[in-house]
Every structure is written in C-alpha cells, then in structure tokens.
C-alpha cells in the first residue's frame, strides 16, 4: 500500500471550511479529537495557501474545496475561468505545496469523469484506478479529468473519487433529495458515496497516508429507480415518480451527467488494512434511508410527510 511516511504529531488542515463535506469534517475531526485548523485562503492564491502551510505546518491536510457551481454544475459551463481557478489550479497548487513540504494530501475529488463505454458497460467491469477519464460531457467534469491525470505525479497525494454523495438527512446536495424533487428521473445504476460510511473511511485513510488514487465509493452500483422505491417503501409511502430518457434529461440540462460504476476492489483493500468497514451499496443505501427516517422522526414527529420536499415543479 502506498503511503507516506509518518510522524508522531499529528496536526491536520482542512481547506473548504463552508463547503458541504468539509462541514462533515469539521465534526469527524472534533468528535475524533483531531488537532486541527482551518484555512482561510482561495487556493488560487499559492502564497496564501503556503504562508498558512508554514505558520501552522500541518502533517495532514484535507481539501474539501471546489467550485460545484450553484444550483448545480451547469454554472461551470458560463464560468469556465472560475471553475479552472478553484478545481484546476487551486487544487494544484495545493498539491503542489503539500509535495515540497512532504505534508500528506487527501483531496475529494470526483468520479464523475467516466461514463459507461463498449469495454466497461451496464453491469460489467467497473472503472480502476488505472483507467483514464472518458467523460468530458460537462466542463465541470472536464476540469476534474484534466487535474487527476496531473495529480498522478504528486507523490504526498491521495485523491478519493466521491460520487453521487448521499446524507442522512434531505440536504439540498443530497442525491436523494435532488432526484426526490424531480418531476422525472433517468434510471441508470451507479456508483454512490454513502457519507455517513464514507467520509470517517477518509479520515481513517488519511490518517493512514495512503497516497494514489481511490474510487471512493460504497462497492456495488444502485440506480435511480431503486433508491427512490427505498425512499417510498421507507420515508413517503405516497411518493410517485416518472422515469425518462438520458436523451430527454440532455434537452433540459447545460451538459451532460455521467453514469458510471467504479470497481471498490482497492479501495476495499485499502480499508481492511485500516480496519474500516463499510456496506454494498444498497445496503448502505437501505440504512441510510432509514436513519433519515428516524431523524425526520426526532425532529419533527410521526407526522413528519408535510416537510419533505416537494417537486421543483410545485414549488
Ligand atoms: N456534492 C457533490 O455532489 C460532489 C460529488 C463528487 C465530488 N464532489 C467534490 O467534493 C468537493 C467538496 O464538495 P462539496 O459538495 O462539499 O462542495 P461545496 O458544498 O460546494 O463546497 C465547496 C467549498 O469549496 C470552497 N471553495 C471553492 N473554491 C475555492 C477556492 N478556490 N479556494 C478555497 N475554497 C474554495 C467553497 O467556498 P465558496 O462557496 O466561498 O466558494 C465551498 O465552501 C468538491 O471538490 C466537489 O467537486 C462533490
């Protein structure tokens, strides 16, 4: 297993502060009784970013940050200059920095830069580590595809390939809780991060200074319609849905979505090592939908049904 070699002190930095993830580490590091910090600067700007490496010389850093674009990645494609900032060159120079202090390096990136293709089709061989991206469907992505082929050569860098990330709760960037509140759906299996499993996996990895690339997703592929039918059977027995077709969902987005299954066989060796066990998807997916029952429970009561979200179309 590739890794970086250790030190006693740990003291860990964490970059994307605000973001979604990095919200989930902020309490992973607390509740693990990490010494950490957080970074306050754009990674665009490489003193900034190196200044604060120098002042508080973390061992480990966890970049969460990225430019995902609001409401959803289709903003890349009218802000190409601002995606390369933050997804190309920020995350290099992070890279970067990290590799000429010999500080370990985990970056969430994505694996949405494949798509099914002849040699890796529906219900066949996943994606490796070792194949190169084939999606370029949507700038976002392309931004991702360029960078991970140029942090193959950083040697203090591990680069996690989350997808289609899923919470116990109805957040906003919860898979669940967008493809809940379309009026159609496509229905393809893919691969999924479950956080809940996935993100203490990261830590434990981190912590281990594993370095290379990993498909950082439960094993296994779930699709749309299966998630949503868990959703029905245990959150909202009266939620409906309306499948379409890829070549429907492409008229109304900016760029194309990826769908894809990435092989978890690495990274499943990665994590018996660290002695981390995570589920098949769609076991994970099953007690996942189920704790956000029970915290829809906790917070709101049995009668819970009138705060789920609603269809974009009703709002
Ligand atoms: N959510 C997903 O569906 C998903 C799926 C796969 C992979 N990922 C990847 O995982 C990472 C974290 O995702 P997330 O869902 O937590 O995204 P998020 O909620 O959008 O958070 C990203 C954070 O990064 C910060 N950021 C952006 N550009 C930056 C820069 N140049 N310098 C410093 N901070 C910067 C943003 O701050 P500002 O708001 O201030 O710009 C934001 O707080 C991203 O790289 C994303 O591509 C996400």
New binding site residues.
Partial sequence: MAAVEGTQTEKWML????????GMLIELLKVGNKNFVLAD????NRESIAAELDEHQPTHVLN?????GRPNVDWCESHQAEAL???VI?AMNVADLCEERGIHHTL?????IFEYDATHPIGGPGFTEEDTPNFDGSFYSKT?GFLEEMLKSYSTTMVLR????ISDDLAP?N?ITKIVRYDRVVNVPNSM?VLTEMMPASVAMAEAKLTGIYNFCNPGAVSHNEILDMYREIVDPSFTYENFTIEEQNKILEAKRSNNELDATKLMAALAECGVHINEIHEACRLCIGRMREGLIAEHGNNYHNTLPKKLSQM
């Fill in positions: 970059i994307g502060k605000n973001g979604w993830l990095g600067s754009r990674t665009q969460a940050s990225g430019q995902t900032r933050s997804n920020g969430y990136a994505t694996g949405c991702k989350v997808r289609m990330p960037r898979f991060t």
